[in-house]
C-alpha cells in the first residue's frame, strides 16, 4: 500500500500564502500522477489541480488559476501545492490523492490538511 500524509495548513489572512506537501510513503512510485481536491463545509469533495508524472503536466480548476501551483520532487516523493493570494472562498479540508495513469482512479488518498483563511 501507499500511504499519503498531507501537511502544512493552517490559518493565513486573506492575500496571504501556504505551501501544503503531500508524503508518499509505502510503495510509491515517481510515475503516480497526483492531484489535490478539497472539500469545504457543505459542499462536495472538488478537484483543485493535477500534476503527471515528470511534472510537465498541469491543470488547475478555474477559481485558482494563476494563484495555485502544483509541483513536485520525486527524489523525496513529495508534491507540493503553493497557493498564493488566497481568499476566504479557499477555505477547506485539502486532501491529495494519487493514481497509476490517468486511465485508473485515484486509489490513494491523505486523510486531509485543513486550510482556513480569514478576512
Known amino acids: 500500500q501507499v500511504q499519503l500524509q498531507e501537511s502544512g495548513g493552517g490559518l493565513v489572512q486573506a492575500g496571504g500564502s501556504l505551501r501544503l506537501s503531500c508524503a508518499a510513503s509505502g510503495r510509491t512510485s515517481s510515475s503516480y500522477g497526483v492531484a489535490w481536491f478539497r472539500q469545504a463545509p457543505g459542499k462536495e469533495r472538488e478537484f483543485v489541480a493535477l500534476i503527471n508524472w515528470s511534472g510537465g503536466r498541469t491543470n488547475y480548476v478555474d477559481s485558482v488559476k494563476g494563484r495555485f501551483t502544483i509541483s513536485r520532487d520525486n527524489a523525496k516523493n513529495t508534491v507540493y501545492l503553493q497557493m498564493n493570494s488566497l481568499k476566504p472562498e479557499d477555505t477547506a479540508v485539502y486532501y491529495c490523492?494519487?493514481?497509476?495513469?490517468?486511465?485508473?482512479?485515484?486509489?490513494?488518498w491523505g486523510q486531509g490538511t485543513q486550510v482556513t483563511v480569514s478576512s
Open positions: 490523492a494519487a493514481r497509476l495513469n490517468d486511465r485508473e482512479p485515484y486509489d490513494y
